[in-house]
């Protein structure tokens, strides 16, 4: 399968306001309502046939940038403008690329344009993650292949050489890696318990939806079954342990695997030894803290690459989410003693790969882990958790981190016809329960096989979207 190149002639954006049944704490932000926005890309061939392809993501605000100063308005026009911005580089050069090519590009012009624009590496990314996805999507469906037969092939034309921030990849035989890939079929979805979700019944709360789905921590795990967790920090150490306290009552007993998200709440690596120390201390949380496989991003992003957390890595392995801002921000951790990194689709499907190599280069070279953990963004079901399912699913990983199948009702404000195309494409990854169609999730797991159909995850153009329920923008 060749690498083709083609032509980038159309870029459109689409949005639907999002409301959230539950409020959703991280970090900084509480979330009760989110713009998502959809993109069309159109391609063109040598042969001049044409393919459209998509893909969605939420606005999320304070996550790409956390400055306080700004709003939530602010922070979504903020990821708007990377959008812009990035539609600008890819559709001004009328030169035919691979997919690939079209993203190494741009990569570094559309940091430069952003950061002319006062945005952030992280913020200016997410123009490109999306392009790139709605990219692929029609190079895929122009193939008719699926994204794990595209990546076996490297029908994207992926080549890390092109670029300076992957000249630590040159020498990869970038082919023989994508092929040895081994995708799974199912995976293991990972349950956030947020800052301000209930854990129990008693501290349910009394304006909780009644709409037939869950509400606390027990009721979560009763209706999915769920034995992986990511458990979210707020930066007290006093506060997250008595926190623990209280959810590792409730699932310690069926708890496989714990992840802790710091979300850059801790001032400095020493505020966070003082936690772990304190954490490791407490025999009552000794059972949470046996299942703990990584603490996620648990110190600010400006101080995360610059001071050597090794000493804190070899009591527990730490990884990095907030500040992989570029390609190069690995190999920067890396040095500074991190040995995970999050594969997050709103910083970038090439992104994930190429770390994903790394991983495997590091860890054969040192004899030691290098590791990438699933990571969710409040993905919505649709095009947007399809994908990065058919991401994470094809790198391989046993589990990944979902939420927004909990805090948002499915497709409940979607059109019914819209519903019904995707249960239709996928009847093993969705269900029709409470009066929507929604994320399936029996046993804590995931099913997977519908996502080996062509197009990236989407079975078809367009994926079944309703396209004129949404607002055209921008």
Same mark, same amino acid.
């Given at each position: 399968?060749?690498?083709?190149?083609?032509?980038?002639?159309?870029?459109?954006?689409?949005?639907?306001?999002?409301?959230?049944?539950?409020?959703?704490?991280?970090?900084?932000?509480?979330?009760?309502?989110?713009?998502?926005?959809?993109?069309?890309?159109?391609?063109?061939?040598?042969?001049?046939?044409?393919?459209?392809?998509?893909?969605?993501?939420?606005?999320?605000?304070?996550?790409?940038?956390?400055?306080?100063?700004?709003?939530?308005?602010?922070?979504?026009?903020?990821?708007?403008?990377?959008?812009?911005?990035?539609?600008?580089?890819?559709?001004?050069?009328?030169?035919?690329?691979?997919?690939?090519?079209?993203?190494?590009?741009?990569?570094?012009?559309?940091?430069?344009?952003?950061?002319?624009?006062?945005?952030?590496?992280?913020?200016?990314?997410?123009?490109?993650?999306?392009?790139?996805? =709605?990219?692929?999507?029609?190079?895929?469906?122009?193939?008719?292949?699926?994204?794990?037969?595209?990546?076996?092939?490297?029908?994207?034309?992926?080549?890390?050489?092109?670029?300076?921030?992957?000249?630590?990849?040159?020498?990869?035989?970038?082919?023989?890696?994508?092929?040895?890939?081994?995708?799974?079929?199912?995976?293991?979805?990972?349950?956030?318990?947020?800052?301000?979700?209930?854990?129990?019944?008693?501290?349910?709360?009394?304006?909780?939806?009644?709409?037939?789905?869950?509400?606390?921590? =027990?009721?979560?795990?009763?209706?999915?079954?769920?034995?992986?967790?990511?458990?979210?920090?707020?930066?007290?150490?006093?506060?997250?342990?008595?926190?623990?306290?209280?959810?590792?009552?409730?699932?310690?007993?069926?708890?496989?695997?714990?992840?802790?998200?710091?979300?850059?709440?801790?001032?400095?690596?020493?505020?966070?030894?003082?936690?772990?120390?304190?954490?490791?201390?407490?025999?009552?949380?000794?059972?949470?803290?046996?299942?703990?496989?990584?603490?996620?991003?648990?110190?600010?992003?400006?101080?995360?690459?610059?001071?050597?957390?090794?000493?804190?890595?070899?009591?527990?392995?730490?990884?990095?989410?907030?500040?992989?801002?570029?390609?190069?921000?690995?190999?920067?951790?890396?040095?500074?003693?991190?040995?995970?990194?999050?594969?997050?689709?709103?910083?970038?499907?090439?992104?994930?790969?190429?770390? =994903?190599?790394?991983?495997?280069?590091?860890?054969?070279?040192?004899?030691?882990?290098?590791?990438?953990?699933?990571?969710?963004?409040?993905?919505?079901?649709?095009?947007?958790?399809?994908?990065?399912? =058919?991401?994470?699913?094809?790198?391989?990983?046993?589990?990944?981190?979902?939420?927004?199948?909990?805090?948002?009702?499915?497709?409940?404000?979607?059109?019914?016809?819209?519903?019904?195309?995707?249960?239709?494409?996928?009847?093993?990854?969705?269900?029709?329960?409470?009066?929507?169609?929604?994320?399936?999730?029996?046993?804590?797991?995931?099913?997977?096989?519908?996502?080996?159909?062509?197009?990236?995850?989407?079975?078809?153009?367009?994926?079944?979207?309703?396209?004129?329920?949404?607002?055209?923008?921008?």
């Amino acid at each position: 399968m060749a690498a083709l190149r083609f032509f980038i002639d159309e870029i459109r954006f689409f949005e639907r306001d999002v409301a959230l049944r539950l409020p959703f704490r991280f970090g900084v932000a509480t979330l009760t309502s989110c713009p998502q926005v959809h993109v069309q890309a159109r391609i063109r061939f040598a042969d001049g046939s044409t393919m459209p392809g998509c893909a969605a993501e939420m606005l999320v605000p304070k996550w790409f940038d956390k400055n306080l100063a700004l709003s939530n308005e602010d922070n979504f026009e903020q990821l708007r403008t990377a959008l812009k911005l990035a539609r600008s580089a890819y559709t001004a050069e009328p030169v035919a690329h691979t997919a690939w090519g079209h993203f190494a590009a741009h990569y570094d012009a559309v940091l430069a344009a952003g950061a002319q624009a006062g945005l952030n590496p992280l913020v200016a990314s997410y123009g490109p993650a999306l392009i790139d996805r =709605a990219v692929l999507d029609a190079l895929c469906l122009h193939l008719q292949c699926s994204f794990a037969q595209a990546m076996a092939t490297n029908a994207a034309g992926m080549a890390p050489r092109d670029l300076d921030a992957t000249r630590d990849l040159a020498s990869l035989d970038i082919d023989a890696f994508l092929a040895r890939r081994s995708p799974v079929t199912q995976i293991a979805a990972r349950h956030t318990v947020g800052l301000l979700d209930a854990i129990g019944q008693a501290d349910r709360p009394l304006d909780a939806p009644d709409d037939g789905l869950p509400c606390t921590l =027990a009721e979560v795990v009763a209706r999915y079954g769920h034995r992986h967790f990511k458990l979210k920090l707020g930066g007290n150490a006093a506060v997250d342990l008595a926190r623990l306290r209280e959810i590792s009552n409730l699932i310690g007993a069926r708890a496989q695997v714990v992840t802790l998200d710091g979300n850059e709440q801790y001032a400095d690596a020493a505020a966070f030894a003082d936690f772990l120390d304190r954490f490791e201390a407490a025999p009552a949380l000794a059972p949470l803290r046996a299942r703990v496989v990584f603490v996620e991003q648990p110190i600010r992003r400006e101080q995360t690459l610059q001071c050597d957390v090794s000493a804190l890595a070899r009591r527990i392995p730490l990884l990095v989410d907030e500040s992989d801002s570029t390609l190069r921000s690995f190999v920067q951790a890396r040095a500074a003693g991190y040995t995970g990194i999050s594969s997050k689709s709103c910083k970038g499907v090439y992104k994930s790969i190429l770390n =994903a190599a790394r991983c495997a280069l590091w860890s054969a070279a040192e004899g030691k882990t290098y590791f990438q953990s699933g990571e969710d963004l409040t993905m919505q079901a649709g095009v947007g958790v399809q994908q990065d399912l =058919a991401l994470v699913g094809w790198l391989g990983l046993a589990h990944v981190e979902r939420n927004g199948h909990h805090y948002v009702n499915g497709m409940a404000a979607l059109p019914a016809q819209e519903q019904l195309a995707f249960q239709t494409a996928h009847p093993a990854l969705y269900e029709t329960s409470a009066g929507a169609v929604r994320l399936h999730i029996r046993d804590g797991l995931i099913d997977l096989h519908s996502l080996a159909c062509p197009g990236f995850a989407t079975a078809k153009p367009g994926a079944g979207i309703s396209w004129d329920a949404m607002r055209s923008a921008y």
